[in-house]
């Protein structure tokens, strides 16, 4: 197994495993379920650890298909551009998620407080989830591009011909 083949095997979780955890917490909250939210905590963390596993993996995933034909550096760019802010913000929900698990254990009143603030950042991550999956699916299947992306590639190719030809 090498290393692109890992990063496509461990890159679903953190986006799926998102969903699913926000919609564990959603519930949570919605029925005040404290085991529910405390489940959401943890798998925010477990989908963080994900996203580190697959940010260190997409380098050399890059390196594998940079060269492939219609796999352009624009498009691999844009991935990584999305997956870093992507990864970001879990990590800060998977930090504040274990603050909050803290404040539940001290009985904090501020944990109601920063479930607000979890919530708001898990759903802002989804969204952004939205654009890593579909910008790393992109790169190598075509048939999800648009439009305008297949004509700047097809312009990129044909200035790259034309430079060949000098």
Known sequence: ??????????????IVGLVI??????????????????????????????????MNTGEGAEEMVENFPQVTHHLIH??????????????????????????????NPLQSKLNYVLLLLAIGACLLSKLVGTSGGEIRHTEIRTENQ???????????DEHEED
């Open 1 to 14: 197994m090498n290393t692109a083949h890992f990063h496509l095997l461990v890159n679903h979780f953190p």
């Open 21 to 54: 955890s926000t919609g564990i917490f959603l519930v949570g909250m919605i029925r005040k379920n404290s085991t529910l939210q405390q489940t959401a905590y943890v798998l925010f963390a477990v989908v963080a650890a994900a996203a580190a596993v697959s």
């Open 78 to 107: 844009e991935h990584e551009e999305w997956a870093e802010k992507f990864a970001l913000i879990t990590y800060i929900l998977a930090g504040l998620s274990l603050v909050n698990i803290y404040f539940s254990i001290k009985k």
């Open 150 to 160: 297949v004509q700047t590639e097809q312009g990129a190719s044909e200035q790259a």
